[in-house]
């Protein structure tokens, strides 16, 4: 079974900072990949999707990007931090139709 | 326009009854239907799912009811305990196309001791 390691755990920035997140996939080769955002007491809104190296597709603009440097890391980053982007950042892979979730990063931005 | 909608942004229920969680969906090309189940500061956790090809799934206290011509779904959870007390979103997402897993609201289910 694939397990997902998803890092810092929680983070506290300021307005205008740069952000770096990030999720690492161990046990399966070639996964898909997904970032999704979730608000306090909200949905989940899957932000980016890749399914290879170097390849990744945005689902919804929140002035975040994010890339697949290797085949089992997935960043998530900004220049530029807006208080709309705290919120619960979880990454999550795709085993077949299933969508497996890590822990994530609670990001409050101050 | 939401995608998928549940309907009860809470529930409360009995410890040892029978939660029912409702949820209904606008695109008929959705075929695969899966349940999460999420406690404060944790990522969601599949709990069970549905292809359209049925109708009904079971796995053990949690079960799924599937009604394709109605767009609608419900979980029900048998035997509720105090430790199902969780948010639960439905999810829903077609096999044609690029892949996305659209999610409800949530239903916040709260079992009384």
């Known amino acids: 079974a694939q397990t997902i390691h998803q890092w810092p755990v929680a983070e506290i920035k300021a307005v205008g900072s740069p952000l770096s997140l990030g999720c690492t996939i161990k046990?399966?080769?070639?996964?898909?990949l997904y970032w999704y955002w979730q608000a306090t007491g909200g949905t989940l809104q899957q932000l980016f999707y890749s399914i290879t190296v170097g390849q990744v597709e945005s689902v919804v603009q929140l002035n975040l990007s994010a890339s697949r440097p290797k085949d089992d890391q997935f960043i998530l980053s900004t220049e530029k931090l807006l208080l709309s982007h705290s919120g619960f950042y979880l990454c999550?892979?795709?085993?077949?139709?299933?969508?497996?979730f890590g822990k994530g990063t609670r990001l409050t931005v101050v | 326009q939401q995608q998928v909608r549940q309907s009860s942004q809470s529930l409360t229920v009995w410890e040892g009854e029978t939660a029912i969680l409702n949820c209904s969906y606008e695109?008929?090309?959705?075929?695969?239907f899966p349940w999460y189940q999420q406690f404060p500061g944790e990522g969601p956790a599949l709990l069970i799912a549905i292809r359209s090809v049925s109708d009904k799934k079971e796995d053990g206290r949690f079960t799924i009811f599937f009604n394709k011509r109605e767009k609608n779904l419900s979980l029900h959870i048998k035997d509720s305990q105090p430790g199902d007390s969780a948010t639960y979103f439905c999810a829903a997402s077609a096999s044609s196309g690029s892949w996305q897993l659209i999610f409800g609201s949530g239903t916040q289910l709260t079992v009384m001791p």
């Open positions: 046990g399966k080769s070639s996964p898909n």
């Open positions: 999550a892979v795709q085993a077949n139709t299933e969508v497996f």
């Open positions: 695109n008929s090309a959705f075929d695969y």
